[in-house]
Every structure is written in C-alpha cells, then in structure tokens.
T-cell receptor, first 116, second 114 residues
Framework: AQSVTQLDSQVPVFEEAPVELRCNYSSSVSVYLFWYVQYPNQGLQLLLKYLSGSTLVKGINGFEAEFNKSQTSFHLRKPSVHISDTAEYFCAVSDPYSGGYQKVTFGTGTKLQVIP | DGGITQSPKYLFRKEGQNVTLSCEQNLNHDAMYWYRQDPGQGLRLIYYSQIVNDFQKGDIAEGYSVSREKKESFPLTVTSAQKNPTAFYLC?????????????FGPGTRLTVL
C-alpha cells in the first residue's frame, strides 16, 4: 500500500525568503509523484509532477521539487516566496497505470503562510 | 476554455435530505472522480468512474451514490445515510489512457448540513 506523509501542517515564512515543504512517501513499487496547490475555497491545481528521468522537476510559479529515491522524499522548494504563494500544498503519490484504476494517495497538506 | 465545473459552489442541506452535487467536464476525459476534503485530513476518494455507465466505490463510499450516464457528467448524491456530510467536495477528471494519468480538479462545492 502506498502512503504520503507531509511532515509540517503549517509553514510560516517571510516574503522573499526561501521555503521547503517536505513530503515523504512509501510504496512497494515505483511511483509517480505530484504536488498540487489549493487556494482558499478553490480546487487543486497541479504544480509539478515527477514521472521518470531527471530527479529535479520544475513547475509553475517558480516552484521545483527533487525526487530522492533513497530517502523516499519529494520535497517542494521555492527560492523566494511571494504573498500570492499563501495557500495549502498537497503532495500525492500514484502507482503506475497498469490498465486498471491508477490510485492516487494524497497527503494531509501543508499550509504555507507568507508573512509580509 | 476546457475545464471542470462544479455547481453549486455553496450548498446547505437540512438533516434527512438527499442532495446532488453537479460535476461537468469538457476535457474529453474518460475517468472522473469524487473526493471529500476535511480539514487536516487531505482528500479521500468517494467514487470513481473509468468509463460511461461504470463506476466503482472508493475508500469512503457509504452514504453516497453516483451515476455516469454521459462522458462529461458525473453527479454525486449525498444521501441521508451519510452521517457527517458537512465537507468540501471536489470533482476531478483524468484522460484515463496511457501510463500516466494526471488528475485535474474542479473548483469544489462546500456542503453544510444545518
């Protein structure tokens, strides 16, 4: 069974400072990994995804994430945050599509609060 | 513009009433999903459908029902059997083909039971 752990429920950070949101996963097979962002009272928007290849993945809004297989991690980073980055961020893991349903497991979310 | 629409955005229900949440997509996706979101619990899968006229229970299907009569529509009914229905409900869709099946989400419906 696959699972996702987001270690921090809330992360406060000052504007223009760097941020890292942590995500660890467990799975018995190779996985695909995703980060989504959710603004208040809205749906989830895909930030980036890791499928294969380069372990450093770049996404929208200046975010990037690094896949580390040995540490089973997929941490999200941004070198300089803006007020508009205040939102909740979800890490998700998915088993490769095998012709059946591709189950996606979501973490419990990390609320990023950018302080002016 | 292609996307997923959910209506209504806010919904209030009295205890004992059934209520139906709408989800429509014009992305030509085969697969559709319903999730429930509660504070601090992330997203939990209620039902999913990989093709028209077929759907499967997710992790928390009790008290919910769905239909998939058209490719673009996947309505969710919250029945009176659902003991704690107040939550934020998210609909998603994915192409349903190929090796990687990224899910795309609608804006959500917030249901409150009075």
């Amino acid at each position: 069974a696959q699972s996702v752990t987001q270690l921090d429920s809330q992360v406060p950070v000052f504007e223009e400072a760097p941020v890292e949101l942590r995500c660890n996963y467990s799975s018995s097979v190779s996985v695909y990994l995703f980060w989504y962002v959710q603004y208040p009272n809205q749906g989830l928007q895909l930030l980036l995804k890791y499928l294969s290849g380069s372990t450093l993945v770049k996404g929208i809004n200046g975010f990037e994430a690094e896949f580390n297989k040995s540490q089973t991690s997929f941490h999200l980073r941004k070198p300089s945050v803006h007020i508009s980055d205040t939102a909740e961020y979800f890490c998700a893991v998915s088993d490769p599509y095998s012709g059946g349903y591709q189950k996606v497991t979501f973490g419990t979310g990390t609320k990023l609060q950018v302080i002016p | 513009d292609g996307g997923i629409t959910q209506s209504p955005k806010y919904l209030f229900r009295k205890e004992g009433q059934n209520v139906t949440l709408s989800c429509e997509q014009n992305l030509n996706h085969d697969a559709m999903y319903w999730y429930r979101q509660d504070p601090g619990q992330g997203l939990r899968l209620i039902y999913y459908s990989q093709i028209v006229n077929d759907f499967q229970k997710g992790d928390i299907a009790e008290g919910y029902s769905v239909s998939r009569e058209k490719k673009e529509s996947f309505p969710l009914t919250v029945t009176s059997a659902q003991k704690n229905p107040t939550a934020f409900y998210l609909c998603a869709s994915s192409p349903g083909t190929g090796e990687v099946d990224t899910q795309y989400f609608g804006p959500g419906t917030r249901l409150t039971v009075l």
